[in-house]
């Protein structure tokens, strides 16, 4: 077959563009990232020979081999692993076929040193190689393959692949280094580089230079060895290379169970989020081993998905070699790990929100979206997570505890009370509002998705119901409001509105389900809410989006202020000039709407009234 000249996909392009022209100041971590690659690739190679054991043609150490030569001025990084048949070279370096790609390059900010870091973040770390090399050669054969392929590029948009007859098993990545990259051909400065970010990988890592083979890593698993012989910067390289990370861990979970069922767990928590957090797969991305043998990177059923954020490892000493994907879904075993390693990881959570609560907000931005949703799904953990949970309030400057929140309830509040939107700092000057601040109640903003579901499903707090500030007005009666003996003489009295709600209810017909007097408003003239039980106008919102704007709009109550000096006014006009009361409704319903940062279905007309009102008025 004769060679074949491909183009970049273009996201891979944007990525090398990046790769190439960066500042970025540890170029070194190109090793590091493909050392990882051909750690994963051995590990692959050992699991398929579970169940295909003529993968292995008679058995192999597995290792990775760095040969630097200094007259081709090339270095090598090889190992005897799965390897790659030609599509599979195409599609892993030439392509990115993997779901959040677009969302990955919304986040690249053009930022060199902050953009390469995000690369390593996506998983792609191969391509860090062309920040040391000005040609890249993947020599790959894959297990049971009888031939093999060559891929190479100089990472301006195009590679060339071709047969390659000659090639063992596995895969070997052959860097031809740039100009003033010679450090990369020395065989101590590999040595220090291996022993900085890979010693922890768990097959050997060896150096063939001046015709001498030298293994210059520990090779054993890091996670067997004791807590108290692994030093920080060791931990943190191992999450490098098991996350494919760049960032350090914010945390580190790392522990041995023992007694009926044994396993060991290493578990980071990311200091930023990932690419993919948020993807409708809800992946996850810890490894299951059996007696230090990889299984699998996306282990269903070890942790639920709510702790997606885990990087990590989980090493079973129960498990059969041939564990399946039934298996991982139905076994005791892998029941009770799950257990334990969900208890573990909420216990060091909790550690940390005691004892670094400033700390712990930092994860919360990052993760507490994805921590909430198991507030849905884990009712048997439901308290724990409560208590690990921090939220926007209308009332404090950063995110509180529902602890901290129910020890400042006033008296006479029986509920404790929450207002859903698109952001926090919309909801903060929302009308809902307006009773809940008079009184002086403190109301919990929440702008996540997953808000909209969990709060029907906890109910409530420590016997504290949780209930919709945008349903709940009337408990505002049994508060008393901090000056409410000031105010008691001074309230002027309200003017008969039935006659005005009647006309609204009149002139907007079928676009809204009522119209009553609010208990909730204080300065706005009126605002759209749920009835009881209905689905709030929020999430009705986020259905629509998922639907692509289709759906019908249910009609809503418009509450109207009785104390308001423009409801007033129209109070005394009704009979006397009943069109300009329906003009007015029709410009309240729609500046209600818009407050809830609903579009309006008639913005000509929206316009027409208005421009007639401001003429009347100026």
């Known amino acids: ?158 590679f060339v692949i071709d047969e390659e007859a000659d090639s063992a098993p596995g895969t070997r990545v052959i860097l031809h280094l740039r100009a003033g990259e010679d450090e990369y051909l020395d065989p101590i400065r590999l040595r220090g580089i291996v022993k900085t970010y890979s010693d922890h990988i768990a097959l050997p890592v060896v150096l063939v230079a001046d015709g001498k083979e030298e293994t210059i890593n520990a090779a054993s698993a890091l996670w067997t060895r004791p807590k108290s012989a692994i030093a920080p910067d060791q931990y943190k390289e191992f999450y490098h290379h098991v996350a494919h990370a760049f960032d350090d861990p914010w945390l580190t979970i790392h522990y041995q169970a023992e007694g009926a069922i044994e396993y060991t767990g290493l578990l980071f928590v990311p200091s930023s989020r990932p690419f993919d957090l948020f993807d409708p797969g809800r992946r996850q991305h810890v490894r299951l081993c059996v007696r230090r043998v990889f299984i699998t990177d996306a282990a269903e059923g070890i942790l639920p998905p709510y702790l997606r954020f885990l990087r990590g490892v989980v090493d079973s000493q129960d498990l059969p070699l041939n564990v399946s994907r039934e298996l991982l879904q139905t076994s005791p075993v892998i029941a009770k790990m799950r257990a334990g390693l969900v208890k573990r990881v909420l216990a060091d959570l909790k550690r ?36 690990l949970c921090r939220f926007d309030s209308s009332s404090q400057d950063k995110p509180v505890a529902l602890a901290d929140y129910v020890a400042r309830m006033k008296e006479g509040q029986a509920a404790i009370y929450y207002l859903t939107g698109d952001e926090g700092a919309a909801l903060k000057s929302s009308p809902q509002l307006e009773g809940f601040a008079a009184k002086g109640v403190e109301v919990l903003l929440l702008s996540d998705p997953i808000d909209e579901f969990w709060p029907a499903a906890v109910d409530a707090y420590k016997d504290k119901p949780i209930r919709s500030a945008a349903q709940s007005a009337g408990d505002l009666a049994a508060i008393q409001a901090p000056d409410a003996a000031a105010e008691s003489g001074e309230a002027e009295a309200a003017p008969d509105l039935a006659p005005l709600l009647a006309a609204f209810k009149t002139a907007l017909g079928e676009q809204v389900r009522e119209v009553r007097a609010s208990e909730r408003l204080t300065e706005s003239p009126v605002c759209l809410v749920a009835a009881d039980g209905e689905m709030s106008i929020h999430l009705e919102r986020l259905l629509r989006q998922h639907r692509g704007g289709a759906g019908e709009r249910t009609a809503r109550i418009l509450e109207v202020n009785p104390k308001h000096k423009l409801i007033r006014r129209l109070a005394g006009q009704v009979e006397g000039a009943p069109e300009r009361v329906a003009e007015a409704a029709h410009l309240l319903l729609d500046q209600a709407r818009l407050v809830e940062g609903e579009s309006l279905p008639d913005p000509i007309g929206f316009g027409r009234r208005l421009a007639a009102m401001l003429e009347r008025g100026v």
């Not at 996909?9 to 990232?33: D, G, H, M, P, T």
């Not at 712990?360 to 208590?387: H, S």
């Open 1 to 158: 077959m004769a060679a074949e000249k491909r183009n970049f996909q273009a996201e891979v392009s944007k990525l090398l563009e990046i790769v190439v022209n960066s500042l970025y100041s540890n170029k070194e971590i190109f090793l590091r990232e493909l050392i990882s690659n051909a750690s994963d690739a051995c590990d692959r190679l050992r699991y398929a020979a579970l169940t295909e054991p003529h993968l292995l043609e008679g058995g192999r150490e597995f290792r990775v081999t760095l040969s630097p030569d200094k007259e081709a001025r090339t270095l090598t990084v090889a190992d005897n692993g799965i390897g790659m048949n030609r599509d599979e070279l195409i599609e892993n370096l030439g392509t990115i076929a993997r779901s959040g790609t677009a969302a990955f390059l919304a986040q690249l900010s053009g930022d060199a040193r902050k953009d390469v870091a995000l690369i390593g973040q996506f998983g792609v770390g191969f391509y860090s190689a062309f920040m040391v090399a000005e040609r890249v050669e993947v020599i790959a054969r894959k297990a049971g393959d009888a031939n093999g392929w060559r891929w190479s590029s100089d990472g301006k948009g195009e």
């Open 352 to 387: 940390k929100a005691d004892d670094a609560p400033e700390e712990y907000l930092r994860f919360w931005t990052n993760f507490g979206a994805v921590l909430k949703e198991g507030l849905y799904e884990d009712f048997e953990r439901r308290d724990e997570l409560l208590d």
